[in-house]
T-cell receptor
């Protein structure tokens, strides 16, 4: 089945130690999104790629970076994780970027910062 | 950004219909109305979307008011598996943010056996 895959499902990192989260998709979708969801809160969009074009949300901290080396893969890099970055990180894809586009979400990676 | 307002929580009985309301009084003409749901410990799942007309799919129905300032997600027969947080989201169809989903707090639906 076509899907959005996130690895690992659980990640523990130390305060200040860089960490990379991975997302891959078999849907061949043009757009890939990263969201942050803290405990008991709604998902918050961090940034997205339309093909190779990167679009950052205005309030996304500089500590968060992303790479999309090809259509299938997208990475979220947290350069110096703080305790406040502990959250579920969700990857999503969509075929296009219009108001009618449906997004397909992965299961998420739960990040713990110690 | 156009905002949506939803009740914090709702309860339903199993096998009964559920009507989840959403107000979006500042909606603009090109905003699509999307519904997603998030089951515990899972990523959000697309449910349905529409622009002006009512929509039906295998999961649910979406009823959109004539003035588009409100909408209702209808689950025809709730099951225990439908217990989730339901998000009503407006998705822009213009500008640099088109297609982005800005999640609000959503409605937590509980389903009683």
């Amino acid at each position: 089945d076509a899907m959005v895959i996130q690895n690992p499902r659980y990640q523990v990192t130390q305060f200040g130690k860089p960490v990379t989260l991975s997302c891959s998709q078999t849907l061949n979708h043009n757009v890939m999104y990263w969201y942050q969801q803290k405990s008991s809160q709604a998902p918050k969009l961090l940034f997205h790629y339309y093909d190779k074009d990167f679009n950052n949300e205005a309030d996304t901290p500089d500590n968060f970076q992303s790479r999309r080396p090809n259509t299938s893969f997208c990475f979220l890099d947290i350069r110096s994780p703080g305790l406040g970055d502990a959250a579920m990180y969700l990857c999503a894809t969509s075929r296009g970027a219009s108001g009618a586009s449906e997004q397909y979400f992965g299961p998420g990676t739960r990040l713990t910062v110690t | 950004d156009a905002k949506t307002t939803q009740p914090n929580s709702m309860e339903s009985n199993e096998e009964e219909p559920v009507h989840l309301p959403c107000n979006h009084s500042t909606i603009s003409g090109t905003d699509y109305i999307h519904w997603y749901r998030q089951l515990p410990s899972q990523g959000p799942e697309y449910v349905i979307h529409g622009l002006t007309s009512n929509v039906n799919n295998r999961m649910a129905s979406l009823a959109i008011a004539e003035d588009r300032k409100s909408s209702t997600l209808i689950l025809h027969r709730a099951t225990l598996r439908d217990a989730a947080v339901y998000y009503c989201i407006l998705s822009f169809d213009y500008g640099g943010s088109q297609g982005n989903l800005i999640f609000g707090k959503g409605t937590k639906l509980s389903v009683k056996p």
